[in-house]
């Protein structure tokens, strides 16, 4: 039997919620039927960065907590009204949160938001903290989408990579023997994001243009990378803001967007090239499709790129509609990571389920 679920993401951009729509029976029956994203005013993106990157008073954050999460609830609304034949068969919500911080190394991660606040004017069960059980278990915490893409892609030629690109990049290897391996690579858009936000006044490198007209500075990728969590193996997974130190200051706008693409495909090809075989095709989603330079630095090292819209998926709602497939597997008792994707000592369901009243 099929669930109708509600999946929602907010990702460490803080740009705005994704909400999605899915029918699915949490394994390999997947319908999609649509989504939105609901964006963040200013202010309350800039505090919830700032929450994200600074230790903020505990009464700030819950005051930022309080006001996402009447935002997902917003969002979810709006999704609803646009499909109102669903809204009734909603039966479950998948509720990530906003992450504001993730050290796998310290084995902490904590995303903020209220399920029960979900819960209480959705008036249907959520689904949240799907992290912290992997945690606990020996994992990394993260990603939790390979056992996703691992059921989008099952059919497709291996082995096959799936690549999301996020404000961290991760990568979903799939070979001819069913073996799966994930983990995040390192920076995805997060950086290139901040980089057109502080220097040139722009929400993002929209349409590539600020690295379009760069040169990449390969001096400074080879200082990049030169840390020791680029030398890890795979499952492995990073905080946004573990990449700090990636510094293209001396360089010019458009030079340090070019280098920072280049910094974020290199990561992504050394993680890649160290798995047991090169992907024969790589799917790429995440707000990093929509970036022509950094899709041209990835496809010459990694060959055939595909968007997943080829594919017949939505790049900009994929990780919303896998926290509404990870809800339903939560409810169903499967699980939700494997040592493979995240490093945990066994399968694990995780998540914690939510019902107000």
């Avoid at 505990?58 to 009204?81: F, G």
């Avoid at 606040?117 to 689904?127: A, E, H, N, T």
């Avoid at 495909?265 to 798995?275: D, G, I, M, Q, Y």
């Amino acid at each position: 039997m099929a669930t109708v679920a509600v999946g929602l993401m907010s990702g460490t951009s803080g740009d705005g919620v994704d909400a999605a729509l899915l029918e699915t029976d949490g394994e390999n029956k997947i319908g999609f039927l649509g989504g939105i994203t609901l964006p963040y005013d200013e202010d309350l993106r800039g505090r919830l960065l700032e929450t994200s990157q600074h230790d903020v008073p505990i009464s700030e954050m819950l005051r930022v907590e309080k006001e996402i999460s009447e935002h997902h609830v917003e969002a979810v609304r709006k999704l609803l009204a646009e499909y109102p034949k669903l809204a009734k068969k909603v039966e479950v919500v998948g509720f990530h949160g906003h992450t504001v911080r993730h050290s796998a190394s310290e084995g902490i991660t904590m995303q903020i938001g209220n399920p029960w606040i979900l819960s209480r004017d959705l008036k249907v069960p959520v689904v949240s903290d799907f992290r912290r059980c992997d945690i606990a278990g020996g994992g990394q915490g993260a990603p939790l989408v390979a056992m996703f893409h691992r059921a989008l892609f099952s059919k497709e030629p291996r082995p096959t990579v799936v690549l999301n690109l996020g404000g961290v990049a991760n990568v979903t290897w799939l070979g001819e023997k069913e073996e799966i391996i994930a983990g995040d690579t390192g920076p995805g858009c997060g950086l290139i994001d901040e980089w057109a936000q502080t220097m040139a006044d722009l929400p993002h490198d929209r349409d590539g243009h600020l690295a379009l007209a760069g040169k990449v500075d390969w001096a400074t990728v080879e200082q990049a990378l030169d840390s020791p969590f680029f030398d890890l193996p795979l499952p492995k997974s990073a905080d946004r803001f573990d990449f700090d130190h990636v510094d293209v200051s001396a360089l010019s706008v458009e030079d340090g967007a070019a280098t920072l693409c280049a910094v974020t495909a290199e990561a992504v090809f050394r993680a890649v090239k160290r798995l047991p075989a090169m992907p024969k095709k790589t799917w790429v989603t995440g707000g990093g499709v929509h970036h022509p330079f950094l899709m041209k630095q990835l496809s010459e090292r990694l060959g055939e790129l595909k968007n997943v819209s080829e594919f017949g998926l939505n790049p900009d709602t994929l990780e919303a509609e896998c926290f509404a497939w990870l809800a339903v597997r939560h409810q169903r008792g499967l699980p939700l990571t494997i040592p493979e994707t995240t490093g945990c000592d066994a399968p694990l369901s995780g998540g914690t389920a939510t019902k107000f009243g």
